[in-house]
Every structure is written in C-alpha cells, then in structure tokens.
C-alpha cells in the first residue's frame, strides 16, 4: 500500500477532476495507485496532443 501525502493528493484530486469532471469523493474512493495511473494518463494525452511538458508532477 502507498502512503500519498496530504498536498499531492490534493493535487491528483484536482488533476482528476478538472479533466474527467468527477467528483471528489468518487476520486478519494479510488485506489492512490489508480489515481496515481489516471493522472499520468491524461498527462501523456496532454502532451502529446498539445506538444506540453508534464502537467502534473508530484
């Protein structure tokens, strides 16, 4: 199990939830390693659509 401190799971929170329009509880009920998974995922959508560096970075 993955201990997540408090300011980065604030961030894949927002992260999550910006993009998919999810609400908080739904995320907070998600695993930390899929939450980890979910934000590197649309990070790599991200920049490869858009030509970004990473957007989110813990």
Do not use: Q
């Not at 739904?26 to 990473?54: A, S, T, V, W």
Request: charged share 35%; net charge neutral; aromatic share 14%.
């Amino acid at each position: 199990m993955t201990v997540t401190g408090r300011e980065e799971l604030f961030r894949e929170i927002a992260f999550i939830g910006y993009y998919f329009h999810w609400d908080e509880e739904r995320i907070l009920h998600m695993p930390g390693l899929d939450r980890r998974k979910y934000c590197e995922e649309i990070n790599r959508i991200n920049r490869k659509i858009n030509g970004e560096k990473n957007l989110f970075s813990p």
